[in-house]
């Protein structure tokens, strides 16, 4: 990105004093209430190709590849709002042409209007180009621009040739170069960053299904408990002593699946429902006669932990 800043700067102080006005087509954007021009406003190309506005609102430009067609802008700016399309896209398609010219009217959305830059050279630049007068003296902007010259061709390892049109075209050949480099390292650490985010997705379905197996272990380990108890509640007592055993015994019974429950471990439905091979392993035929399979008895109870089976329910079964 800095090489590309460099050498759009190298254009514009390299060769600028070769550069015609009538080469240039001049866009203008202005505050559709003031009609003042607004600065920092983006035109973007579908080809990415972006200039900004300057002080007065102004875009020179010049593109040899881009000239004499119609070409559709992207307009954009903090604060302001440009309409969009018929196909929704914030833009205006123009027919550009050197010495032609353009206005775009873009609807401010804040109360404070921008006015212009009161820092960094060039802030008159594209003003320059089309041949506008500015509010500043040239003597002024040049004090600007000794503020902060920028990189010359030296700077950035290049030969300019003395013919501007020479230096110009091989300017324009680095700075397509540049870009063309700059997208493929774009094009690089995108494929990158959705290699991260794969791997990340990944990793967290990992974690998710070791958690969910790890739970899983420890629920099976917990069969057998289960299996007791329900064993032990089909025992009728017979003294006042067997009566408060079992209903102790019921009640952590009751405490233990809650809190398997809150992991969304749960009993399979059995008895009376209607007979389901993906939960109900059955170990007598329903006999002689029509209708649905139902549930007659449950041997051992199943169980499902999040929609998976942890053990099916042994049952028998009849017709409806």
């Not at 700075?175 to 094009?187: I, K, N, P, V, W």
Request: aromatic content about 6%; overall charge negative.
């Amino acid at each position: 990105m800095h090489l590309l800043t460099s050498l759009l700067m190298t254009i514009a102080v390299g060769v600028g004093s070769g550069n015609s006005p009538s080469k240039y087509f001049k866009i203008t954007v202005v505050d559709e209430q003031t009609g003042r021009g607004v600065p920092l406003v983006e035109l973007r190309t579908t080809s990415q190709i972006r200039h900004y506005t300057d002080s007065n609102g102004i875009v020179a430009f010049y593109e040899p590849g881009l000239m004499d067609r119609d070409v559709f802008f992207f307009v954009k700016s903090h604060g302001y709002e440009f309409p969009a399309d018929g196909f929704g896209m914030a833009g205006k398609n123009l027919h550009v042409v050197s010495g032609g010219s353009a206005e775009l009217k873009i609807k401010r959305a804040n109360i404070a209007e921008r006015l212009y830059r009161i820092t960094g050279g060039g802030i008159y630049r594209d003003s320059i180009l089309t041949g506008q007068t500015v509010p500043i003296e040239a003597t002024e902007l040049e004090e600007l621009a000794t503020l902060d010259p920028g990189p010359t061709a030296h700077d950035l390892g290049l030969e300019l040739p003395e013919n501007p049109d020479e230096a110009q075209t091989l300017l324009l050949r680095e700075l397509s170069e540049a870009r063309q480099e700059t997208g493929e390292q774009l094009e690089m650490l995108q494929r990158v960053a959705a290699d991260f985010d794969n791997y990340r997705r990944r990793i967290e379905r990992d974690q998710a299904e070791n958690v969910e197996r790890a739970s899983q272990r420890v629920i099976e380990s917990l069969l057998p408990t289960l299996d007791a108890f329900d064993a032990a509640s089909a025992f009728e007592p017979q003294t006042p002593s067997e009566e408060r055993t079992r209903e102790g015994m019921l009640s952590t019974r009751s405490q233990l699946l809650e809190t398997l429950a809150r992991e969304g471990f749960e009993p399979i439905p059995a008895t009376d429902a209607e007979f389901d091979p993906r939960v109900h392993e059955a170990v007598s035929g329903p006999g002689d006669g029509d209708g649905e399979l139902v549930v007659d008895a449950e041997l051992r109870r199943g169980y499902v932990m999040r929609g998976r089976v942890i053990r099916p329910s042994l049952v028998t079964v009849k017709h409806a």
